[in-house]
């Protein structure tokens, strides 16, 4: 058969997501026919309540944060912004250490997507495409770890990280997300379809060893998956409360434990507590609005094949 | 471009060389052993990384737990522990708090998972429909997941305020006196299910969608031809279609209520939160064995809760299964 190069099929691909059934533009050329039927104006009706309900709190986060905290209390509610956002958000900046959180969030989170993109990949490849002994069942042993609460490790956890001298550094945080289940899972249902089996065979016959094969071959086929899968963790490490909000100090905190310490102080201003909890929101919202398309193909193509 | 379906069998690395080009007799030997090595052990190789970080930081810990569990571990002096048997077992089991907390684990629970999974299959099938921007409604639901629980639970923390806050205002139009949500029994249950439902909604709604759009059109245009209505269809098409991906939602809800923490922590704040209010009203196990821990300072009795939750997962796996079982032999 005639050897195809690694660059050809992956831009055969839906460059932008993993190919799902039924989302992509082609695929609904052939469903729209029989089964798609077109949405009424109570469809439309219906999600537009469903869409402000989606966005009405965090517009609120918004209204709250640009008021002083003696309008937020009051009664009518304000609905519309005020003028005092700039003052509250350098409050909530100077009283919660936030320039230190939001360092310390991009740090955990971006460590934290690196090595899942990176090790995640290898072992999708791996379990999509290699074959070894007890394959079938590490995959399900991989898929198990799923269901395990992190509840049920935090005291060890807490225990081991003192021992170790990372108690209350970001270190604490970032080698237990290092690399998921769920991102093992997504890569390798990826790549199961997306990479076609000739491809690794002609990659062999050139001589290519199993290294050189994940990076020339297995890596410019994953990209698109790569990046969605990215993102998900991103917005996963970003946003991650409980282990964090144990094992970090209101001197070394990401964006949501000083958030979180910000409003368990004992008189928490509202007004800079809404500003804070916008600027830890704000950098994930500008993500969704300009990937928002890859985010939901990513999540729905997780899914129908899980 | 045509799909390869990933059989076993249907792709062998080249075994030791013999299928790549020979490279002449002297170096092949060599070079095949080294082949032979690097495609028995690169495998092991690439999925080591995941295994590693899970056993040192998920196994062994969990292990480690049940250790800790039937030891006194103080947050003061943590390298030292002193046998304690099952002390710490029954210190828990005997206090009324744990089985509050368990009990609002299970009902919010259920009061949050219940709804938020029903009004996610109803968008599904409103999102399932053609649309005008399919990819703009998409989004928009979703916006909720981008949102951290700490943000989120703050918000509702002022929306859900007894004097003043913005729902009881609303509310007063319908003739609704003011309602004290967070500390009453019910109230505070509901506002934090609404934080989860509002969080979640979305999310599952997009899988449902996915796994309806994977229905095969022909089972719709057979059902139309028998003269199903709409609803009808959704009935006896769509939800069996979906039943497992409705079960694997269920399971993933389970295990997401069971880790509830930032919604009861932060919807009062303060240390009403770390108690789960005034009357542990809203207090989750996660609540639980965060007071007992970290507030207290008492760690082996919180390594107790831990297991008593690891048991309540299993507990609830086994109900899954039993009512699963129950459930298609009903049907068949």
């Known amino acids: ?306 | 471009m045509a799909t390869t379906t990933p059989t076993r069998g249907a792709y062998s690395p080249p075994p030791g060389g013999s299928g790549t080009v020979p490279n002449g007799p002297g170096p092949r030997s060599w070079r095949s052993r080294l082949w032979r090595f690097d495609d028995l052990a690169s495998p092991y190789a690439y999925i080591a990384p995941f295994f590693l970080v899970f056993g040192a930081f998920g196994l062994y810990p969990l292990l480690y737990t049940g250790w800790i569990a039937l030891h006194r571990v103080e947050m003061t002096s943590l390298g030292q522990s002193e046998w304690v048997g099952w002390d710490n077992f029954s210190r828990i089991l005997q206090d009324s708090e744990f089985w509050t907390a368990v009990a609002n684990t299970f009902v919010i629970g259920v009061i949050s998972t219940v709804p938020q999974l029903l009004v996610a299959l109803g968008l599904a099938h409103l999102l399932n429909y053609r649309l005008r921007a399919s990819t703009f409604w998409r989004t928009l639901i979703l916006t909720p997941y981008a949102t951290s629980v700490a943000t989120a639970a703050l918000v509702f923390a002022l929306v859900f305020r007894a004097d003043g806050g913005i729902l009881n205002w609303v509310l007063h139009f319908a003739g609704v006196g003011d309602i004290d949500w967070g500390n009453g029994e019910w109230t505070s249950k509901i506002a934090i299910s609404v934080i989860v439902i509002w969080r979640w909604t979305g999310y599952n709604a997009l899988i449902y969608l996915a796994a309806m759009q994977a229905v095969p059109t022909d089972l719709y245009e057979a059902a139309s031809i028998d003269g199903a209505s709409r609803w009808q269809q959704f009935r006896k098409v769509t939800i069996p279609s979906l039943r497992p991906t409705i079960l694997f939602t269920i399971v993933i809800s389970t295990i997401g209520s069971m880790q509830l923490f930032g919604e009861p922590l932060l919807l009062q704040g303060g240390t009403l939160g770390s108690m789960g209010g005034s009357e542990h009203q809203y207090e989750t196990l996660s609540i639980y064995l965060f007071n007992y821990g970290w507030k207290l300072g008492h760690l082996g009795p919180a390594a107790a809760v831990a297991w008593a939750m690891l048991v309540l997962l299993l507990l609830i796996a086994l109900i899954n299964l039993i009512v699963g079982r129950f459930v298609r032999k009903s049907a068949a």
């Open chain 1, 1 to 306: 058969m005639t050897t195809t190069s690694p660059i050809k099929p992956a831009a055969d691909l839906t460059p932008d997501r993993p190919p799902t059934p039924g989302s992509g533009g082609r695929a609904r050329l052939v469903l729209g026919a029989g089964r798609q039927l077109e949405g009424g104006p109570f469809t439309y009706a219906a999600l537009v309540v469903v869409g402000l309900g989606s966005i009405f709190p965090l517009y609120w986060t918004l209204v709250a944060a640009s008021h002083d905290q003696q309008r937020v209390l009051d009664s009518p509610p304000p609905l519309l912004p005020g003028g005092r956002l700039w003052s509250n958000l350098q409050a909530a900046w100077d009283q919660a250490n936030l320039g230190r959180a939001i360092v310390n969030s991009v740090v955990v989170a971006g460590c934290i997507t690196a090595a899942t993109l990176f090790f995640c990949t290898l072992a999708g490849y791996a379990f999509a495409k290699m074959r070894f002994r007890g394959r079938g069942f590490l995959m399900t042993a991989v898929i198990a770890t799923l269901t395990i609460p992190p509840q049920l490790s935090v005291v060890p956890l807490f225990m081991m990280m003192s021992d170790i001298g990372w108690g209350g550094k970001l270190e604490s945080v970032i080698f237990p997300t290092l690399v998921g289940a769920f991102g093992v899972f997504f890569m390798r249902q990826y790549l199961l379809e997306a990479l076609p089996h000739e491809l690794i065979e002609a990659a062999k016959v050139d001589g290519a060893t199993n290294l050189r094969i994940v990076w020339s071959v297995v890596l410019p086929v994953a990209r698109p998956a790569m990046m969605v899968l990215g993102m998900l963790t991103f917005v996963q490490a970003w946003n991650d409360f409980f282990w964090p909000f144990l094992a970090l100090n209101q001197q070394n905190p990401t964006i949501q434990v000083a958030l979180g310490q910000l409003s368990a102080s004992y008189t928490p201003d509202q007004s800079i507590v809404m500003a804070g909890a916008l600027i830890s929101t704000l950098p994930l919202l500008l993500v969704f609005v300009i990937f928002g398309k890859q985010i939901v193909g990513g999540i729905m193509s997780g899914a129908v094949k899980g």
